[in-house]
């Protein structure tokens, strides 16, 4: 995106800054959109923050995402708030209103929890909910529980002064006494058999990820729905207990998702495309997860193999093979595979080869099957376990290259340089989707691709 005289400035204020993901969100969705906004974020000490909003205004700026600490503060400096931020007590957006010459500030933070909860079809009406905490995060959520219909919130915390006093305003302002604030060490008084629970303390956050606030078994026996406000690690120590007991758990990264999304809309007065999110999260979860591999897509005889073995091997990175590993996985070649199964049994032990390596790979090159990203599912995982290259060439060199190989099941019969003309067409359009890069290995010049490899593929 050119920089030039009609860029709007969209920025972030907070102390630190510098671990900020947020211009990763911003900046892909309005590369992605067409518009012309870019996202820098800016550090500010606390006494400086009412000059630093003021100022931003009188520099035009577009709008702003406030993060810790003046998320509280910050709010003596705009001319309007959301009734939803006033009573969280907390903003974390500023929107640009010139007939109010300032801000408004919003709280985008419970938005994008309630948008992740429906996604992921989690209702809490007429449910009992427990929350672990009671900071600022558990304080939003106790808002977003209520507006959603919860019959029963039971707020925990170690010492009781801070939840009751969530306690006391909540259900005020909701005329309700559906909030209920415990000490964390009555848990075991809570009688319904069962409970969505939401983890809204620090505690299991990386790197102290053996860290839990409870531990009992026998509660997360209760637990349907488990979700965590931590991203960082994938997968907490309460999630796994609430997995291993039978519930579902989700970790809070589409709500870092979409608490920004929501914030873009409000700047632009836009509404983002699911498709633009649904990319601009594969790209969140690369970063956040340092998924720092590199796959390789593209149609038989590209040189997946051939230059991603010698990629590899330059970078000190693992190589890996995924149709050598789905014929240990089956226990039988892939023209057997075909044969006994069919195509689309050999797509499903696709799918399910690159769900464990979404978990589980590092530091390693994979080369994908010339098929594997023709599931819309396939696709989405590849961009999930590292930044994806598409090796392309000409049908002939293709053609070259494998007229003697009879382990393709595919190319069988008569007129295969036809067959591959045909599929290279069909194929083109859904490698270049999913690809981040396109590396063209047409020339067999081993040491300059692997050159283009390592410079356009590594994060």
């Not at 848990?187 to 053996?210: H, M, R, W």
């Not at 931590?230 to 979409?258: D, S």
């Not at 590993?325 to 689309?344: C, L, N, Q, T």
């Not at 989707?433 to 067999?444: E, G, H, K, P, R």
Request: net charge negative; hydrophobic share 40%.
């Amino acid at each position: 995106m050119e920089i030039n005289g009609h860029t709007r400035l969209i920025g972030l204020i907070g102390n630190p800054v510098e671990h900020t993901l947020s211009p990763v969100i911003h900046n892909n969705i309005s590369k992605r959109m067409g518009i012309n906004s870019v996202y820098v974020p800016f550090q500010v000490e606390t006494e400086g923050l009412q000059d630093a909003v003021k100022g931003a205004y009188e520099l035009n700026v577009l709008g702003m995402n406030v993060t810790v600490p003046h998320k509280n503060d910050v709010m003596e400096s705009v001319v309007a708030i959301d009734d939803a931020a006033n009573a969280i007590g907390a903003v974390n957006t500023l929107v640009r209103v010139e007939e109010l010459h300032g801000y408004k500030g919003y709280n985008t933070d419970m938005l994008g929890l309630q948008r992740q909860i429906r996604e992921d079809d989690v209702s809490l009406r007429d449910e009992t909910v427990v929350i672990l905490g009671a900071g600022g995060a558990a304080k939003a959520v106790v808002y977003m529980c209520l507006l959603e219909g919860a019959k029963r919130i039971y707020l925990l915390n170690r010492t009781l002064p801070k939840a009751k006093e969530i306690a006391k305003g909540m259900n005020e302002a909701f005329a309700t006494d559906a909030v209920v604030p415990m000490e964390l060490k009555s848990y075991t008084q809570i009688e319904e058999d069962k409970v969505i629970v939401f983890q809204a303390t620090s505690i299991g956050l990386s790197p102290n990820v053996e860290q839990v606030v409870l531990e009992d078994k026998a509660f997360y026996k209760k637990v349907t729905v488990g979700v965590d406000l931590i991203y960082n690690p994938a997968e907490t120590k309460f999630m796994q207990l609430v997995e291993e007991a039978g519930g579902k758990a989700y970790n809070a990264l589409k709500m870092l998702l979409y608490q920004a999304v929501i914030a873009y809309e409000l700047w632009h007065d836009v509404k983002v495309p699911k498709d633009i999110i649904d990319e601009v999260y594969v790209e969140l979860k690369r970063r956040v997860y340092k998924k720092d591999n590199i796959v390789l897509v593209g149609f038989m005889g590209s040189g997946k193999t051939t230059f991603g073995k010698a990629c590899a091997k330059s970078l000190s990175m693992e190589f890996l093979d995924a149709d050598e590993y789905i014929v240990k996985r089956a226990g039988k070649s892939i023209p057997k595979i075909f044969e006994e199964d069919g195509e689309e049994a050999f797509r499903t032990l696709e799918t399910q080869i690159l769900q464990e390596f979404s978990k589980n790979l590092c530091n390693t090159v994979l080369a994908t099957g010339g098929g594997m990203p023709l599931r819309k599912e396939n696709a989405r995982l590849l961009r999930e376990i590292g930044r994806v290259g598409y090796l392309t060439a000409t049908p002939k060199e293709i053609y070259e290259r494998v007229k003697e190989d009879t382990n393709r099941p595919l190319l069988q019969g008569e007129n295969p340089f036809g067959k591959i003309c045909d599929m290279m067409k069909q194929r083109k359009p859904i490698y270049e989707q999913v690809a981040d890069v396109i590396i063209d290995t047409n020339s067999n010049d081993m040491e300059a691709i692997v050159e283009d490899m390592k410079v356009h593929l590594r994060l």
